[in-house]
């Protein structure tokens, strides 16, 4: 209403002015005239001072004139300086015209004749003037006062008369402009009116002319008949017409009756909708169509609506699926191969979309590059006996298996190479069957002449071919493994080690040939006797009992050596190797064994055992490490090589020569072993970085030599560890360039370094970019495992962060837990690789004092030449961007151009957000969770807003996010409680007791006092624990989960229920959550948004509410908005559910009227 009176006031305003200087445009000069006419008529008594005044009106006149024109050159503004100027103007004229009264005496007889004039002016200026009071009083009074002045005083009575008539003159003549204005303005009103009503008008028609451009459903207006009257774009692409609604569109002919249908229901009022097909040249599409009528001012149908929404791809999908799941049904079928393929073939014959003659064919691949005819579909006898075999690259068939890709015919006439006389023209898709990256076969199929290929037909057509080949392969997978069985059977009797099964009690079932080689005893002479009686001496018999026990029992028994008796009389020593024979019952039917003869073996390894004990004794008391080294691995080492590396000798034997070098020399150190080992060098002596168990290098010198034992080449040398003299040079150089936790360079190194690679890059137009990175969670691991841990963490990190960077590049550790690193011809793809690595190698789980941690890393990037050109300005751009990367969780993230003023905006938000507290600017929000379905009020959440003085209220994703970076998200918690607590204690007062749940922050989660300032909170304002609940997030529980539990048992013993907020995002061991003393799993919208429309969110919820039932806890679900959420959450088993279908964030005031009315209504609250 207030606007639309602004509007009109402007309106009139603007309209007044013009009517004002429009009168500019030719009163002036009639003005001039009859003054002029006057000055004539008056020259015999008035003189010369005529002249003086005709001068005057001419100059008032001319000013007026230039006064319009400045305001036409400005553009006709509106505005009331303009106004006030016109007024100035007519009271110029006035006082002028009113001074014509002084120049001759009032007893002239040339007075009637110049009051006539005076009067005649005051009157014609009326409703000239009449727009605006100010300027028609501005004129008239200046024009009549000195005239009825003169009267007054020089006329006597009479003269006293007429004046007192000519005031009342005066005051008709003001009353009649005051009308004549109001006239003016009612008809601009009015004017001002229509055109608004039409512009609302032009615009409504714009915006129905949009929907129907722009909408992707085939639009059309009908008129009370049906007769389409007009078609939108989507409508006239599929072929639409101006005709009956039925006769508009190429109608499957069974669906134009159905058409007629809803046409007549919508001419009755009711709004219907089917679906219908259209059989146009592109082929069968499938409409929802729906005709709504449109009534008119007395309720009558006027006009209907008919909107056609294409399904066709909705039904074409849910087609395809049922096939598909036939088709896999029949894969994993047990029918034989041929009927498979014929069931198949059957079922894609009765897809309806796929314009086929129902007939077809399934060739398999064979040996020697041919197709082979093993199922058909409807195909003729002649044909079957063309077809039965073709060679790849032949006919269409062929050229599908041999090129592995679908091939297209449109029209198979006499000219095709295999084709009958009494067939006629057709087409095929062919679609060749692949599986484990070879050709199984081929599908063939036949097409009407004419069928224009399909891109989705070939698509869908593939995935068959998918299916089939799941199929095919399954039961070739079969065939293979009966094959396989059978081939084993012959293996176990050609085997050279013995192949014996026994039945629970040892008595032979089975008995190779070689077993009858190693125990002398024919299969015939061994079935059904025991092993004790054959082949187990006396003294080893309750060994051999105990493994048997143990087989049958399943505890083990399945290697073993022992002694063994031979039908000559003879002990041979035998490896064993057991598996128990199992039923579907888990019952233990008998044993299989395999057993090899290694008496010799053993007799062997003695001897060899024997001379590497003299050997040794040679050696072991050197003072310089000796090595033995065969096929690039130590075959020995002494016990002192093995101190110099931090080892025992049996840790250091078998391990590759590489392992104890450092990652720098190991290349040459292998080189230089593999040359000796090969021949091709005699003695070596050099130095090189080893490699000790604790990871720390040493130098060490070598002396070695090929030689040869038993038959085999071999490196044989010593060591000595010569650390120490290099150690001080390599120390002082290192401390002035290297931090030394990690041996990375520091920031004095860097800043020297990228100083050299900016530079080369200017010379060379190479790009640099630059990583800054920071590890996450890392004050959690010092605060919670000490100093200590988080300097192994460290340097775990540097040495990831090394195996990551390229040669070329720059890696630096810049203190405490911030790394940076700077990439030649760092490109955006390249940085952003290298981004990614780190994530990679940094998110892998840390061993640490026993623990398995977990960090990963936040990384900023900015690009040389593109975000700056200097040292420090590149540094604290990328850190800029790792912020951000932190604050978003993003994982990396690239610096954009103003950022840094981004910042600043931040650090000023952090300061408001300090100032608020202490100004009272944060107030709580009370969001209901319900019981599912009645919609009974259970519980509140409370969510703290912030109502900035100027800014209004401030997204909670904005300050919050603020409150985290600055540090002031436990103040922030601490004030949620305090106000909750405040809030429940009023409630109380007013008979309202209805619980309340307010969020901790991972930070407070940390605090040891938490549960005692939660408790004192409660004290404080008198309120009952169980009216208070705190929701912390499943990611914060799991940073620490043993300090998760205590703290929140502490917190339980307060009486205070807890909820897991955000269940499912983030990653939970089950044995924690268990112990946690949680009431309550939220489960987190991101989930429940997804729920209604079938996919891996229903999976998970279904999953989360299982957990919760099992670990005893209720489920609320967070987000829910739509009855099919709802609806699916109930049948799922939740009950309470929080979201905008039940009610959005409230304050307090709002929310306690909301209880009461639910109290009233018999509800909770």
Not at 6 to 24: I, Q
Not at 532 to 549: A, K, Q, S, T, Y
Not at 737 to 756: A, G, I, K, Q, S
Not at 966 to 978: F, K, N, P, T
């Amino acid at each position: 209403m207030q606007e639309s009176q602004d509007a009109e006031a402007c309106g009139w305003e603007a309209e007044r002015l013009r009517l004002l200087y429009d009168t500019l445009a030719l009163t002036p000069a009639v003005t001039v005239a009859v003054a002029a006419v006057t000055a004539a008529m008056l020259w015999p008594v008035a003189g010369p001072r005529m002249l003086v005044w005709l001068a005057a009106v001419a100059a008032v006149g001319a000013a007026r004139t230039l006064v319009r024109a400045r305001w036409i050159g400005r553009g006709r503004p509106a505005d009331g300086r303009w106004h006030r100027t016109f007024v100035a103007g007519a009271a110029a004229s006035g006082v002028v015209w009113g001074s014509a009264s002084l120049l001759i005496d009032t007893g002239s007889p040339h007075w009637p004749v110049l009051g006539l004039v005076v009067v005649g002016m005051a009157a014609g200026g009326v409703p000239v003037l009449a727009p605006s009071g100010a300027a028609t009083l501005a004129y008239v009074a200046p024009v009549l006062a000195p005239m009825l002045l003169r009267l007054a005083l020089e006329r006597g009575a009479v003269g006293f008369g007429l004046a007192l008539l000519g005031l009342v003159y005066l005051g008709v003549l003001l009353e009649a402009g005051r009308r004549i204005r109001g006239h003016l303005r009612e008809n601009v009103r009015l004017r001002l009116e229509v055109e608004r009503r039409e512009q609302a008008l032009r615009a409504r028609h714009e915006e129905l002319e949009a929907v129907l451009a722009h909408s992707r459903h085939a639009l059309a207006l009908l008129d009370a008949d049906g007769a389409v009257m007009r078609w939108n774009g989507a409508g006239e692409a599929l072929g639409g017409r101006r005709a009956p609604l039925w006769e508009a569109l190429p109608w499957a002919a069974a669906d134009r009756e159905t058409v007629a249908e809803l046409v007549a229901w919508a001419a009755a009022g009711v709004r219907g909708e089917r679906e219908v097909a259209l059989d146009g040249e592109a082929g069968r599409r499938v409409l929802s169509l729906a005709v709504t009528p449109v009534r008119d001012g007395h309720g009558a149908v006027a006009l209907m609506v008919a909107e056609g929404e294409d399904v066709t791809s909705v039904r074409r999908a849910a087609d395809e699926a049922a096939a598909l799941n036939r088709l896999l049904a029949e894969a994993l079928s047990d029918h034989p191969m041929e009927a498979y393929l014929r069931n198949a073939l059957e079922a894609l014959c009765q897809v309806p979309w796929l314009a086929l003659m129902r007939k077809g064919a399934v060739f398999l691949a064979e040996d020697g590059g041919r197709l082979r005819m093993a199922a058909d579909w409807g195909l003729e006898p002649a044909l079957q006996a063309l077809c039965a075999e073709v060679p790849f690259g032949c006919c269409l068939c062929g050229r599908a298996a041999a090129e592995r890709r679908p091939v297209y015919a449109a029209c198979v006439d006499a000219r095709h190479e295999r084709r009958h006389d009494a067939m006629e023209p057709h087409g095929h898709y062919v679609v060749p069957i692949l599986a484990r990256g070879g050709t199984a076969g081929v599908l063939l199929l036949y097409l009407p002449e004419g069928h224009r290929r399909d891109a989705a037909d070939e698509g869908f057509l593939r995935r068959v071919a998918g299916a089939l080949a799941l199929g095919i392969e399954r039961r070739r997978t079969v065939e293979a493994l009966a094959a396989s069985r059978q081939r084993l059977a012959l293996h176990v009797e050609q085997t050279p080690l013995g192949a014996i099964e026994w039945d629970t009690a040892l008595r032979v079932r089975s008995w190779n040939p070689a077993a009858e080689r190693i125990f002398g005893y024919t299969a015939e002479e061994a079935v059904g006797r025991s092993a004790f009686e054959l082949i187990v001496p006396e003294r080893v018999r309750p060994e051999v009992e105990r493994i048997r026990r143990e087989l049958v029992e399943g505890r083990g028994g399945a290697r073993s050596r022992n002694v063994n008796a031979t039908r000559d009389g003879r002990e041979i020593l035998c490896d064993w190797f057991n598996t128990p024979l199992v039923a579907e019952d888990g019952t233990v039917l008998g044993i299989a064994s395999l057993v090899m003869d290694v008496t010799e073996q053993v007799r062997m390894e003695r001897a060899l055992r024997e001379s590497e004990r003299r050997f040794r004794n040679l050696v072991e008391r050197s003072l310089a490490g000796v090595y033995i080294v065969r096929a690039g691995r130590f075959a020995y080492v002494n016990p002192r090589l093995a101190e110099i590396f931090g080892y025992t000798p049996e840790e250091i034997v078998g391990r590759e020569v590489g392992e104890l070098v450092a990652p720098a020399d190991r290349e040459l150190v292998r080189g230089r072993v593999r040359e000796r080992l090969e021949g091709r060098g005699d003695v070596a002596h050099y130095g090189f970085r080893g490699l000790r168990k604790d990871g720390t290098e040493i130098r060490v010198e070598v002396l070695g030599s090929a030689a040869e034992i038993d038959g085999e080449r071999v490196l044989v040398g010593t060591l000595l560890d010569v650390t120490e003299q290099h150690r001080y040079e390599e120390r002082i150089r290192r401390l002035a360039n290297y931090d030394p936790l990690t041996e990375l360079p520091n920031r004095r190194m860097l800043r020297e370094r990228f100083v050299e690679m900016l530079e080369q890059g200017r010379r060379l137009g190479v790009r640099l970019a630059v990583l800054y990175l920071d590890l996450d969670r890392f004050k959690d691991v010092n605060d919670t495992l000490g100093h200590e841990v988080g300097d192994r963490l460290l340097a775990q990190a540097g040495e990831r962060l090394r195996g990551v960077v390229r040669n070329g590049d720059l890696l630096a550790r810049l203190g405490g837990d911030e790394f940076a690193a700077v990439l030649w011809n760092g490109t955006e793809e390249t940085a952003r690789s290298v981004a990614e690595r780190v994530q990679a190698v940094l998110e892998a789980p840390f061993r640490l004092g026993g623990r398995e941690v977990r960090v990963g890393a936040s990384i900023g990037i900015a690009r040389f030449p593109e975000d700056g050109d200097d040292v420090d300005v590149l540094l604290r751009r990328a850190d800029i961007a790792m912020y951000r990367a932190k604050r978003g969780r993003l994982g990396h993230a690239f610096y954009h151009q103003g950022e840094e003023e981004a910042v600043a905006r931040r650090l000023t938000l952090e300061e408001a957000l300090r100032r608020a507290f202490a100004a009272d600017e944060l107030e709580l929000h009370y969001q209901p969770r319900v019981e599912m379905p009645a919609g009974r009020i259970r519980s509140l959440e409370a969510l703290v807003r912030w109502r900035h003085p100027e800014r209004g209220l401030v997204p909670p994703g904005e300050f919050i996010t603020a409150a985290e970076e600055g540090g002031l998200i436990g103040e922030l918690d601490r004030w949620v409680r305090e106000a909750a607590c405040r809030q429940l204690a009023r409630w109380q007062g007013e008979g309202i007791a209805v619980p309340v749940a307010v969020n901790v922050s991972a930070v407070e989660l940390r605090n040891e006092g938490l549960a005692e300032s939660i408790g004192e909170a409660l004290r404080r304002h008198g309120v009952a624990g169980r009216l208070l609940e705190v929701e912390i997030t499943e990611s914060a529980a799991m940073e620490d989960p043993e300090r998760s539990v205590t703290v929140l048992g502490a917190i339980k013993a307060e009486g205070v229920a807890v909820s897991i907020d955000d269940f499912g995002t983030g990653y939970s061991s089950l044995s924690y959550l268990k112990r946690l003393p949680a009431d309550h799993l939220k489960i987190d919208r991101s989930f429940v948004a997804g729920l209604g429309g079938g996919g891996a969110d229903e999976d998970i919820v279904r999953a989360i509410i299982a957990v919760a039932g099992s670990l005893g806890l209720e489920v609320i679900a967070e987000g829910v908005e739509t009855e099919a959420q709802e609806r699916f959450l109930l049948e799922a088993g939740c009950r309470l559910a929080q979201g905008y279908r039940y009610g959005r964030p409230v304050p307090a005031a709002e929310m306690a009227r909301l209880l009461r009315a639910a109290r009233g209504a018999g509800g909770e609250g």
